[in-house]
Nanobody, 126 residues
Framework: QLHLVESGGGLVQPGESLKLSCTIS????????FGWFRQAPGKEREGLAC????????SYADSVKGRFTISRDNDKSSVYLQMHSLKPEDTAVYYC???????????????????WGQGTQVTVFS
């Protein structure tokens, strides 16, 4: 398992952008896919995006497709989530997670992920 730490959350207004970072410790980072999830109060954890070990393949949930972009820099041991056109319904704690495999699955089943960060709060308010 790897150790993950998210950062970059904050308070923004609707329409603004944020970029989340996930810093990962471990020398076998490039063996695994990584995903971003979020959880709003009273709601289930929602899978948002996934990126394969090489970065060649990405996938997105319909709720963020076209607004969010996942990327990774294995040399910097980091995974990112660029978020544009933020909406109040994007308010949640955002988590990055290490997948059990080098590829993204067909869904965002949390059981496919073995390590999680502590989360970073994103609040979008008018």
């Amino acid at each position: 398992q790897l150790h993950l730490v998210e950062s970059g959350g904050g308070l923004v207004q609707p329409g603004e952008s944020l970029k989340l970072s996930c810093t990962i410790s471990g020398w076998i980072l490039d063996h695994y896919a990584f995903g971003w999830f979020r959880q709003a109060p009273g709601k289930e954890r929602e899978g948002l995006a996934c990126i394969s070990n090489s970065g060649e393949h990405t996938s997105y949930a319909d709720s963020v497709k076209g607004r969010f972009t996942i990327s990774r820099d294995n040399d910097k041991s980091s995974v990112y989530l660029q978020m544009h056109s933020l909406k109040p319904e994007d308010t949640a704690v955002y988590y990055c997670a290490q997948a059990r495999a080098p590829y993204c699955g067909s869904d965002y089943d949390p059981n496919r992920y073995v390590s999680w960060g502590q989360g970073t709060q994103v609040t979008v308010f008018s």
